[in-house]
């Protein structure tokens, strides 16, 4: 039934280390489904009280942009400098804004 | 170091002027600091030679497991035993974070696996050597993990993302690691005449392997050289090792301990220990797999993995067979 080569599958781990903060990418670890992998993942990346929170995703369902498109992908950021606040003089007599 | 003696694949280091376009601005990037990633372009040699470099040193600290889970059992007290079970699982841990960097360059975590069962892939010299007392274990974690950290600090600022942000998290932990070991050297040092005796006797047999564990002396090798162009490895063994002994001495005259080496002395000129070199014809000698325990190291390994089988296996089974339920209900 099982093939004994088989790997078990790659997990991303997430972590959010305090409360109001954000999960961030901590690294990755093979479990065979996703609530081992949650329990490895304490094991592995939270000895030390680094977590309140665990996310767990196969890395395989993960879509990321590719280095080379880097250009064309934030080109259209580039030429709106605009967006950013410092863009705008605001006179000193104005105060802070 | 945990990855002594890899060769890079290169042919010396190439000028800038030398490289196409695309490595050229690859090799621009690591000298301006930057950082590589994964999806990144990156030489074939690089790449190769991260996942021998990485791939080893992770195998290090599984290995590395050994000759401390040895005393678990055997610890003095139940608050020892208790710390040097969380040390050892530390190990684990350094050995997983390494893991999945290497898996980021492409290699499966079984390939990694079967290289270092079968012998492909080499692990530290230093683990190797047998643990004879409870006094070795303060020595591991005052030297080992003392030279350890010499070379894994510099290795934050590796050229390679995953490795960098993976000894970021090891460094971390690697500190409560050669304080617990000092903390066991004073114990035993300021103990009775007999606890003085195997704390001498553990830093006696234990000075030399840690010397060894930098590698040999690499002042005119090419392999260092790319290693260093492409910010894979850090200082020279000789500047590693150095530091490593500059800080030792000290540390072993506070506890009233002597570092096995006759030759040992201040040099006021250098402001540097003169040291005696450690025998490069034992360590290599360990590399090709006669050291005192290179047969059982690999042996445990094997036998870890062949005994795990099952519950690998099983796990998978399990996994399976309520995904298949799942989608059932559904």
């Known amino acids: ?97 | 170091m945990y990855a002594q003696m890899i060769k890079s694949t290169g042919e010396g280091v190439k000028s800038l002027d030398e490289m196409d376009p695309q490595e050229r601005a690859f090799q621009e990037r690591i000298n301006a600091g930057g950082k590589i990633e994964p999806k990144d372009w990156m030489p074939d040699g690089y790449r190769k030679n991260l996942i021998r470099q990485i791939g080893q040193h992770a195998h290090s600290e599984i290995v590395g497991q050994l000759p401390e889970g040895n005393w678990i059992t055997r610890a003095p007290t139940l608050e020892r035993k208790a710390i040097l079970l969380a040390k050892v699982q530390d190990e684990a841990g350094h050995g997983l974070y390494l893991y999945c960097a290497a898996e980021t360059l492409g290699v499966t975590r079984d390939q990694l696996t079967r290289d270092l069962l079968s012998g492909k892939m080499k692990y530290s010299s230093i683990f190797n050597y047998p643990t004879l007392t409870w006094a070795d274990m303060g020595a591991v974690g005052w030297l080992v993990d003392g030279a350890a950290i010499m070379n894994q600090v510099p290795l934050q600022r590796t050229s390679y993302g995953p490795y960098a942000r993976a000894m970021v998290r090891i460094c971390k932990e690697e500190s409560f690691h050669q304080r617990q070991g000092y903390d066991i050297m004073m114990k035993m040092a300021k103990g009775t005449e007999a606890q003085k005796k195997m704390a001498q006797d553990a830093l006696n047999r234990f000075w030399g392997p840690a010397l060894m564990m930098f590698g040999p002396s690499d002042e005119n090798s090419v392999h260092s050289a790319q290693s260093m162009a492409w910010k894979i490895k850090m200082n020279s063994n000789d500047e590693l090792r150095q530091k490593f002994v500059d800080e030792c001495v000290p540390q072993a005259e506070y506890l009233g301990l002597t570092v096995p080496d006759p030759e040992l002395k201040w040099n006021e000129e250098r402001g540097h220990y003169d040291f005696t070199q450690p025998d490069w014809d034992e360590f290599f000698d360990v590399l090709r797999g006669n050291g005192p325990c290179n047969t059982e190291r690999l042996e445990a390994r094997n036998k870890a993995w062949d005994d795990g089988a099952w519950v690998r296996d099983g796990l998978m089974a399990h996994a399976a067979k309520k995904r298949a339920a799942k989608l059932a209900a559904e």
């Open chain 1, 1 to 97: 039934m099982t093939n004994a080569t088989q790997e078990w599958p790659l997990f991303e781990i997430f972590i959010r280390g305090q409360h109001g903060l954000s999960h961030r990418h901590v690294g990755s670890l093979h479990a065979p489904d996703a609530e081992m992998a949650i329990k490895n993942a304490r094991d592995v990346y939270t000895r030390r009280n680094e977590g309140v929170s665990i996310w767990v995703v196969q890395a395989s369902d993960i879509a990321a942009s590719s280095p080379e498109e880097k250009g064309s992908l934030y080109e259209p950021a580039n030429d709106k400098v605009y967006r950013h606040p410092t863009f705008f003089d605001i006179p000193d007599e104005v105060g802070a804004m």
